[in-house]
């Protein structure tokens, strides 16, 4: 089974360009989560749906960041402008549901970089 | 407000040995909780998660955890180490529709 799926899975770029990440989750799941993750800060969620709607974003640390999810099998992360403190690995999670039992699984990151 | 906590940075075992991760949790009413791995430069893999009326939870590659509701702990264990199972592993609570993940263990298993 294939599982969720994240793109780019490295970026690279200078500060004040605007960064787009992707992710598809596993066919069927219901919601879908955004974390950041840094030595510093540890796993932190940025944001999350459910069937597609967004239910809670106060998670996301800036108006310079913003999340959408278009359908069922797609979402993107927007940072613009990017700034150095950024740099980080970004996960999507999917679950079946918000149910409180039921597990999330991850992609493999994308791992930004801002110059 | 349900939290975690998971008091060891890290935690050293020979392999062959067996091995605990600590978790320690605070939730109102029925807990959720879950054990996930992370391998380098991979997402998180769900382990296994506690439900009620079960005390020991059986999980993926042979790893099982405790649940102890009198010392609100959930601790991870294997019997037997291997250098494989070296990785970060995180404790986690469903807190309303979000789950609180513990800081990390990081677990080395020497050869």
Known sequence: DAGVIQSPRHEVTEMGQEVTLRCKPISGHNSLFWYRQTMMRGLELLIYFNNNVPIDDSGMPEDRFSAKMPNASFSTLKIQPSEPRDSAVYFCASSRSLEGNQPQHFGDGTRLSIL | ?111
């Open chain 2, 1 to 111: 407000a349900q939290s975690v906590a998971q008091p060891e940075d890290q935690v050293n075992v020979a392999e062959g040995n067996p091995l605990t991760v600590k978790c320690t949790y605070s939730v109102s009413g029925n807990p959720y909780l879950f054990w996930y791995v992370q391998y380098p430069n991979r997402g998180l893999q769900f382990l296994l998660k506690y439900i009620t009326g079960d005390n020991l939870v059986k999980g993926s590659y042979g790893f099982e955890a405790e649940f102890n509701k009198s010392q609100t702990s959930f601790h991870l264990k294997k019997p037997s180490a291997l250098v494989s199972d070296s990785a970060l592993y995180f404790c986690a609570v469903r807190s309303g529709f979000k789950t609180i993940f513990g800081a990390g263990t990081r677990l080395f298993v020497k050869a």
